[in-house]
Nanobody, 121 residues
Framework: QVQLVESGGGLVQAGGSLRLSCAAS????????MGWYRQAPGKQRELVAR???????NYADSVKGRFTISLDNGKNTGYLQMNSLKPEDTAVYYC???????????????WGQGTQVTVSS
């Protein structure tokens, strides 16, 4: 089994920064991509940022220039550096990872449990 555990959420004032981590553990041969999503109360879950094992990234327009996603394949851990936070960034943040358990296997997507980020004005 593969588990993802997010950490680093919390309460921060507008303009502040947080760094989220997503640690993957279990039977992992490779992580092909990792993504961060968020869900605010009453809203649908939305993509925040995504990175492939080759380093390609994409970001939601609302976070471009403020958030940076990274992936440390050696540690099976991904990060989301969030700067210049705004109250509208308040949400539960989830990570997911496209994992291959063995060479030649199909990849499967796993999700973490989420971490709360609250930005006060």
């Amino acid at each position: 089994q593969v588990q993802l555990v997010e950490s680093g959420g919390g309460l921060v004032q507008a303009g502040g920064s947080l760094r989220l981590s997503c640690a993957a553990s279990g039977s992992i041969f490779s992580i092909n991509a990792m993504g961060w999503y968020r869900q605010a109360p009453g809203k649908q879950r939305e993509l925040v940022a995504r990175i492939t094992s080759g380093g390609s990234t994409n970001y939601a327009d609302s976070v471009k220039g403020r958030f940076t996603i990274s992936l440390d394949n050696g540690k099976n851990t991904g990060y989301l550096q969030m700067n210049s936070l705004k109250p509208e960034d308040t949400a539960v943040y989830y990570c997911n990872a496209d994992v291959r358990k063995n060479w030649g296997d199909n990849q499967y997507r796993y999700w973490g449990q989420g971490t709360q980020v609250t930005v006060s004005s």
